[in-house]
């Protein structure tokens, strides 16, 4: 097994500077994470573009699932929470900067619009929906409004997906081997430059069906546990 690099003087754990970010910041440094990633000219397109997919399906990774209809519904809120973080994402119209604010100074989003992103990450809509807790933001659901309602401070622990090559293809069903880094394990070097992880935090197999969308290009299948002597 590979060993850690050794951490020098002037390298800090991300987590200790970043542990309390806004929701803001969170998107922020996941979005600069994930172009660091596209910077590396060992990654093939192809491996680019299911990192960047994954990076907000692991990013608070969920447990282990054989298929979405079988997430136990106490699991249910892991995919939400993904759902949402989706909807985060740097491009958006609901980037943290352009959604409605309730008195409290919490971000607004509506059920209709975590309905809709589920379905075009996991195939279906939710079967039900609920507060998330327990994630690095708390989401509380409200009933009555139909919305959930997003704080804009937290803490920050978070994962980024390396994908290893040659994933397995079965008609549109795509098996990869996708190696976790913790983002409180990458450094940075005197120019400021991120140095990622010599050794993952896990590593687990994803199963992604190809689906005619630009901007849905996979669904999610199953995350399993990958088999002895991988990882």
């Known amino acids: 097994m590979a060993k850690h690099r050794r951490a020098h003087r ?18 922020t440094l996941v979005s600069l994470l994930v172009g660091f990633f596209r910077q590396q000219a060992a990654n093939p397109k192809e491996i680019q573009e299911y990192e960047k ?18 997430v136990p519904i106490g699991n249910i809120p892991q995919l939400l929470d993904i759902s949402i973080w989706s909807i985060l ?8 900067g352009n959604l409605p604010k309730d008195d409290d100074g919490n ?9 809709a992103e589920f379905e075009k990450i996991f195939g279906q809509k939710p079967p039900r929906h609920a507060s998330i807790e327990g994630s690095d933001f708390d989401f509380v659901y409200d009933p009555d409004a139909r919305v959930y309602r997003v704080p804009m401070t937290g803490t920050l622990n978070i994962y980024l ?20 880094l ?47 002597g991988v990882g």
């Open 10 to 27: 002037w390298a800090f754990p991300l987590g200790v500077t970043l542990s309390a970010l806004a929701v803001v910041g969170a998107v």
């Open 161 to 180: 997906p390396r994908v290893r090559p040659k994933p397995k293809k079965t008609g549109n069903a795509i098996v990869l081997t996708v190696d976790y």
């Open 89 to 96: 994402r740097p491009g958006e119209d609901s980037t943290p």
């Open 53 to 70: 997919f994954l990076t907000k399906i692991i990013l608070h990774d969920p447990d282990p699932f054989d298929s979405v209809g079988a």
């Open 182 to 228: 913790a983002y409180n394990d990458f450094e940075l070097d005197p120019s400021g430059r991120f140095l990622e992880p010599a050794v993952p935090a896990k590593t687990m197999l994803i199963t992604l069906y190809a689906q005619a969308d630009p901007d849905y290009p996979y669904r999610v299948g199953s995350i399993s546990n990958p088999p002895m």
């Open 107 to 115: 971000l607004l989003i509506s059920q209709d619009k975590v309905d």
